[in-house]
């Protein structure tokens, strides 16, 4: 079964605050994904990344950046921490082209 | 770019009830089609998906769903709910990939309650 785990379930940070969400999969997919999760507002695409040190931004990376040094590893970077990033984070991983992502447990930050 | 609509943001039925949730994507080519669901507490968890072939796509739990080309929607379904149903549904789209990735694009949810 995949296994996508991401390093902390809650997360509690101060604004300005450079922040790192981690998250593994142990299933050697080629791509992996960053998504936030708000209320209303559903799942939204922040990067995804195809290959190691590849990466492609989603619909909202304004305010993010991610790091793919490893392929089970994707890093995603808050670089200045603010309020209105306060949200459910989710990582996911996929097989190939044509494959369903599947998700990590999500991490909340709260950004104080 | 691609969007997804669904229908219902909140939906409350009895048990045994029978459930549509509608989703409807506007793209102009070939996609990708899913719904996840995601319990209270629990990870995001894939329903079912269509990539090609019958446009009516069986499921985890009784669920199906039935893609309609022509009115750009992907509903899903299930003749009699249970308790266990109640969570939250997202239904997805992704533009079909020759080659690399591409995110998907989420609706916004429909939160399901089901009363005993």
């Known amino acids: 079964d995949v296994k996508v785990t991401q390093s902390s379930r809650y997360l509690v940070k101060r604004t300005g605050e450079k922040v790192f969400l981690e998250c593994v999969q142990d299933?050697?997919?080629?791509?992996m994904f960053w998504y936030r999760q708000d209320p209303g507002l559903g799942l939204r695409l922040i990067y995804f990344?195809?290959?190691?040190?590849?990466?492609e931004k989603g619909d909202i990376p304004e305010g993010y950046s991610v790091s793919r040094e490893k392929k089970e590893r994707f890093s995603l970077i808050l670089e200045s921490a603010s309020t209105n990033q306060t949200s459910m984070y989710l990582c996911?991983?996929?097989?190939?082209?044509?494959?369903?992502?599947?998700f990590g447990d999500g991490t909340r930050l709260s950004i104080l | 770019a691609q969007s997804v609509s669904q229908h219902n943001h909140h939906v409350i039925l009895s048990e045994a009830a029978s459930l549509e949730l509608g989703c409807n994507y506007s793209?102009?080519?070939?996609?990708?089609l899913f719904w996840y669901v995601q319990y209270p507490g629990q990870h995001l968890q894939l329903l079912l998906k269509?990539?090609?072939?019958?446009?009516l796509v069986k499921g985890i739990k009784g669920f199906e769903a039935e893609f309609i080309k022509s009115k750009f929607s992907f509903n899903l379904r299930k003749p009699s709910v249970q308790w266990s149903d109640t969570a939250e549904y997202f239904c997805?789209?992704?533009?079909?990939?020759?080659?690399?990735?591409?995110?998907?694009?989420f609706g916004k949810g429909t939160h399901l309650i089901i009363q005993p």
């Open positions: 996911a991983s996929s097989g190939g082209n044509n494959q369903p992502q599947h």
């Open positions: 299933m050697d997919h080629e791509n």
């Open positions: 269509y990539f090609s072939g019958d446009p």
């Open positions: 793209y102009g080519g070939t996609v990708n």
């Open positions: 997805a789209v992704t533009p079909y990939s020759g080659g690399g990735a591409d995110g998907l694009t």
């Open positions: 990344s195809y290959d190691v040190k590849m990466k």
